[in-house]
C-alpha cells in the first residue's frame, strides 16, 4: 500500500507542474502536497538515497517537481479521498461539509503546512 501512496504522491507532482505550465499566475504561488501516509511523508522528507531503487526512483522524481518542504500531513478523518474509498451513501455525501468545503484547516486564512506529527 505505500507504494501505490507514493506513486499517488508522483501522480500528484507531475499534474502540479503541467497545471502551473498551462494556467498563467500573476503572482508567486506555492502549491501544497496534503497525504495522509505518514511512510510516504517520511520518504519524500527524507534522503532518497536511503531508499531501494523503486521508492528512490520516485521520490527523486518527486523532489526533482517540488520541494520536500510543500508536502504536509493530512490525517485520514480530513482527506475527501479516505471519505469516498471507505464508501458512504448520497445522502450522507450531500450534506457533508467534508465533501462540500474541504477539510477546515484548508479554510483558514494561513491554514498550517501541517496538521499532525511528523515523526514516522
Given at each position: 500500500?505505500p507504494?501505490?501512496?507514493?506513486?499517488?504522491?508522483?501522480?500528484?507532482?507531475?499534474?502540479?507542474?503541467?497545471v502551473?505550465?498551462?494556467?498563467?499566475?500573476?503572482?508567486?504561488?506555492?502549491?501544497?502536497?496534503?497525504?495522509?501516509?505518514?511512510?510516504t511523508?517520511?520518504w519524500?522528507?527524507g534522503?532518497?538515497?536511503r531508499?531501494?531503487?523503486f521508492v528512490c526512483n520516485?521520490?527523486?522524481?518527486?523532489k526533482?517537481?517540488?520541494?520536500?518542504?510543500?508536502?504536509?500531513?493530512?490525517?485520514?478523518k480530513?482527506?475527501?479521498?479516505d471519505?469516498?474509498s471507505?464508501?458512504?451513501s448520497v445522502?450522507?455525501?450531500?450534506?457533508?461539509?467534508?465533501?462540500?468545503?474541504?477539510?477546515?484547516?484548508?479554510?483558514e486564512v494561513d491554514?498550517?503546512?501541517?496538521?499532525?506529527?511528523?515523526d514516522t
Amino acid at each position: 500500500m505505500p507504494r501505490l501512496e507514493l506513486l499517488g504522491a508522483l501522480l500528484a507532482a507531475r499534474l502540479a507542474r503541467e497545471v502551473k505550465a498551462i494556467v498563467d499566475l500573476k503572482r508567486p504561488s506555492k502549491v501544497f502536497f496534503w497525504a495522509d501516509s505518514k511512510i510516504t511523508l517520511h520518504w519524500i522528507k527524507g534522503s532518497s538515497k536511503r531508499w531501494k531503487s523503486f521508492v528512490c526512483n520516485r521520490v527523486t522524481e518527486i523532489k526533482s517537481l517540488c520541494d520536500a518542504s510543500t508536502w504536509a500531513h493530512c490525517p485520514g478523518k480530513q482527506n475527501l479521498a479516505d471519505f469516498l474509498s471507505r464508501g458512504v451513501s448520497v445522502e450522507i455525501l450531500l450534506n457533508s461539509d467534508l465533501w462540500w468545503k474541504g477539510p477546515q484547516f484548508l479554510r483558514e486564512v494561513d491554514f498550517p503546512t501541517d496538521t499532525g506529527n511528523d515523526d514516522t
